[in-house]
């Protein structure tokens, strides 16, 4: 194995690389566009560009592309060699800055909700150039942007882009307030924590459910699961710890900062942590990181499952994604600091999330809402649909003492007054860790814990940027106009606390009694499945606040309504067709065969000894019987739903019609398949079990 500083970042055209190719000039304005978003000069892209080319030849490159994030939840390329014509008629390797810049890949078959018709073909990519190019095998990869012929975003990074210039501006008004003129630039950085599944290769390939969809839509409970929690940071066996080698080989070539490995709760779940950095960056390195996953497994024999819930009755996979904000010059706006001032300004910023967290609710629901999730959220391992902060008991009495201009019992029964007083110093880990809780504070950052393991986290930390900027731009507006900052700000955020401490919940978020008082009593938004979710996006105040933020024109916002849906839609679709699928030709077939064995058996008794009672076997045969018959049933009934779902033109109907009729007929279907999986001899089941799947690496 090679060292790691030697490996890492070898594949990507980052600051260094750029130092030693780049003439001075060049690289100090690209460098200077890469730390404070100022634009690239266009004359200086041609020397970028013959850099770039260069390196990536040298190292075996051939093709270069623009790699973007449509809206179909993975990343695409197209290939473009670095061949031209010569004058004497032979190929030379060249890169031109023009083709830097921008791409004009097909857009005709991405989704794009209504934004576009499908004959309207034309697409661009624009070059991102925050996100550092690298090498996946012999092609160079530039991070890019997707807009439309009309320049309507039809991608993930450019809202995602917008949402942090949002931030940036308003977070920058109230660091001016505080007197602070040294930074220029605000950034959220972002550390996704990836869960997974690896299963064997040969037994996925023995069963269509996990070829077409991702998950196991039958399935019935082995003898053991996860009750014992024995697999939990456990000893990592030898073909998974040969899988994680490799997998860390590659992530760190890309500059992947893998950091943790182990274990999760699940047998045969694991997860990967990274080091946290930019937003976008962030973005980018975690659907690599997706990709190489699945990569790595193929070589080892394995498939890497990234589906939310690949497994009923055992955890489902997340990814948590830890947000924070800093400014240029290293600052973290979200820790306490030990000053007045620190102190104060934490605050403020601390209150900008909860107002955000709390207005804003539905949106960071919706933004990780998806057929996946749905089965996720709510579950043992997961937060509930409800949305709800966790802030430690220190700092909630804190703020407790602020609302109520009562003396703060850790701080020797001092009187808080923001800019007067010293407000406690708050150590990293003041508190356990809440497991339960939707959007955790840790320290100096906050954990949002609803993220699915097969999502993108541009969605969610497009709307957290954008909502907590609606937050920051109201407190600015306000704190401009004062006569006393101080005295402003010491009401700004009392006022807040009282009208948001609602979202703040340091309890256990799994039981159905805080489900109770979260609706019932404080009125907090309960969005249980993806159509519930959805319909929020075109609320009044989310499109206002969207589009006043300029993260999404209110077309575009639209269409993503539409091609969520869509998507949700499909998905289940394909789950259901699968599942009539499978049990037509797989379940039904090996149950028959079975009961024609026993029957036969049964006979033969009989005729050797004519008094044999049989009864075991005629228990057996009856209820194979009867459960054949109610698998036909049911089998026939979800066909019925999925002919009437095809009928529905609307894709809100539709929606409905997947949420409270066919899921609830899936789950019918499957439970009685699972049953006759328990009943069924091993030998005649056609597929591998949980047992075999789970425990089979």
Known sequence: MDLIPDVFASNVFDDKVMRARLP??????LHQTIEDGSPLNPELANAVA???CSWAVEKGATHFTHWFQPLTGITAEKHDSFINPSPDGRAIMEFSGKELIKGEPDASSFPSGGLRATFEARGYTAWDPTSYAFLKGKTLCIPTAFCSYGGEALDKKTPLLRSMEALNRQALRILRLFGNTDVKRVITNVGPEQEYFLVDRDMYLKRKDLIYTGRTLFGAKPPKGQELDDHYFGSIKPRVQAFMEELNQELWKLGIYAKTEHNEVAPAQHELAVIYT???????KNQLTMEIMKKVARKHSLVCLLHEKPFAGVNGSGKHNNWSMSTNTGINLLSPGETPHENAQFLLFLMAVIQAVDDYQDLLRLSVASAGND????????????ISIFLGDELTAVLDAIEKDAPYEGAERKHIRLGSDVL????RDTTDRNRTSPFAFTGNKFEFRMVGSNDSIACPNMMLNAAVADALMQFADELEKAESFNDCLHELIKRTIIAHKRIIFNGNGYEDAWI???VNRRGLLNLRTTPDALQKLLDEKNIRMLTEQGVFAESELRSRYEIQLENYVRTVRIEALTMTDMTRKEILP???AYSNAAAEGVSKRKT????????????LLKRLGALSDSIDQAAEELEKDITELDSLENVTFQSVHIRDIIIPKMAELRTACDEAETLTARSYWPFPTYGDLLFGV
Not at 375 to 386: F, I, K, M, T
């Open 24 to 29: 001075e000039k060049v690289y100090q304005s």
């Open 590 to 592: 090996a149950v028959m």
């Open 278 to 284: 930019t937003t976008n960056v962030a973005t980018d």
């Open 375 to 386: 089965h996720r959220l709510g579950a043992n391992e997961a937060p509930p649909a409800v």
């Open 516 to 518: 109770q008082e979260a």
């Open 50 to 52: 013959s850099a770039m």
């Open 608 to 619: 050797l000894d004519p008094s044999a009672a049989c009864a075991y076997e005629t228990k």
């Open 424 to 427: 406690p110093r708050f150590p």
